[in-house]
């Protein structure tokens, strides 16, 4: 159901911000409790699991599951409940306000008395060829999802941070031969994972190095990748200028990108919702108990968008679950006295 939302005069008791796992679980919860979510696909519609082909970690699929099956199927289950999915995108949230109001790509206007942000996290991407295509297909951005894919190969893990340390250590019980491709010749990493990865037998590095090419195809997989390298570093700078580079093509099976994320928060930037130092939303942890509440009373965070550390599908979705029931919580508790919370909104999911 993908009909533009009533900007008029519609008040909404909860606008959810993505369709990937965190955003459709809290769409399930929250229409479920008859609170009528209106839930915003954004630039990325069912969000990064739309990038994989198969997911072999989320609870209940003995044979592993397609990651666009997976948000057919959530979508499909939110749907029944009652939530109203529409294609917008979120481009500024005035949320000093009450009800907040939002606006969309298209200009409009939409308010609601609550609000949860699973906009999630995007991986950056290096920019090599053959990577449009091969994203999903023996290229990833998790090596926790897809190492074990790998059995047996020689990858490659493009990187010089903790992450790129921590993926290649991972990769590694899989892989025959894992090779770290940093275009400098020295790491960002702490200490104790540089030594821990140097230390490693199966692990090697490619200073001075980055990757230029990828060569696969979406039936057979990755075929081997062309590294480029120069003696002073940054080798694809010397590309750009028409400088010399040494260039190899390697036989690889797999290719890593492990350069970080970067959290979709632009349109909270100006907001008083807390963003920590690389833009990940800030959520309180009260007393023993995590929460997905955020700085500002009655907005909520579920997913990548508030989780730099685990990022995992089946992660997003419990936090997905939990904004939901602490939106039902304020809306019964703690919202303004003109919000009309359903009788049913205050059922928990285990009813
Ligand atoms: C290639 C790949 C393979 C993976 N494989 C696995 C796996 O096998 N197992 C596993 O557990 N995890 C896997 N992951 C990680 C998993 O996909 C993420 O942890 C999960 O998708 C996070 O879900 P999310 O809902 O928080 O955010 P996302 O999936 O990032 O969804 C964000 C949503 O927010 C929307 N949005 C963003 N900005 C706006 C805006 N301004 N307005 C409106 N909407 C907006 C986007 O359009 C999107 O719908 C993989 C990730 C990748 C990239």
Redesign the pocket.
């Known amino acids: 159901m993908n009909r533009p939302p009533d900007t008029t005069t519609a008040v909404r008791n909860v606008v959810i911000?993505?369709?990937?796992?965190?955003?459709l679980s809290a769409a399930v919860y929250t229409a479920r409790a008859d609170l009528e979510p209106l839930v915003?696909?954004?630039?990325?519609?069912?969000?990064?699991?739309t990038?994989?082909t198969e997911?072999?970690?989320?609870l209940g699929f003995p044979e592993g599951i397609g990651?666009m099956e997976l948000i057919q199927n959530g979508k499909e289950q939110a749907t029944a409940f009652g939530a109203e999915f529409t294609r917008?995108?979120?481009?500024d949230a005035m949320l000093e306000k009450r009800p907040f109001e939002f606006e969309l790509s298209d200009g409009s206007i939409l308010r609601t008395h609550s609000l949860i942000v699973?906009?999630?996290?995007?991986?950056r991407w290096v920019g090599a060829e053959g990577e449009d295509e091969l994203?999903?297909y023996g290229l990833?951005?998790?090596a926790t999802?897809?190492g074990a894919f790998h059995r047996g190969d020689d990858v490659l893990v493009i990187g010089g941070g903790d992450s790129a340390m921590e993926e290649a250590l991972f990769l590694a019980k899989f892989a025959d031969n894992v090779t770290v491709v940093h275009r400098r010749d020295e790491l960002r990493a702490s200490e104790i994972m540089v030594d821990r990865a140097r230390d490693h037998e199966d692990i090697e590095f490619r200073w001075n190095t980055e990757l230029e090419a990828i060569h696969g195809s979406q039936e057979d997989g990755i075929a081997g990748a062309t590294l480029v390298s120069h003696s002073n570093g940054y080798p694809k700078e010397k590309v750009a200028t028409g400088g010399d580079v040494d260039r190899e093509t390697v036989n690889v099976g797999g290719v890593f990108y492990a350069i970080g994320h970067t959290p979709?928060t632009t349109?909270l930037r100006d907001t008083p919702v807390e963003l920590d130092d690389n833009g990940y939303v800030w959520t309180a942890n009260t007393d023993a108990w995590a929460t997905t509440a955020t700085a500002v009373d009655g907005v909520f965070a579920?997913?990548?968008?508030m989780d730099p550390h685990y990022?995992?599908?089946?992660t997003?979705a419990g936090m997905?679950s939990m904004a939901a029931l602490d939106v039902e919580d304020w809306l019964e508790s703690g919202a303004p006295a003109s919000v009309e919370v359903p009788d049913s909104s205050v059922a928990k999911a285990n009813d």
């Open positions: 911000i993505g369709t990937g796992v965190a955003g915003f696909e954004g630039p990325e519609p069912g969000g990064q699991l990038l994989t997911i072999e970690n989320y990651g917008g995108t979120v481009e699973a906009s999630g996290a995007s991986a994203m999903g990833s951005t998790c999802c897809d979709n349109f579920a997913g990548d968008v990022q995992q599908a089946v997003a997905g």
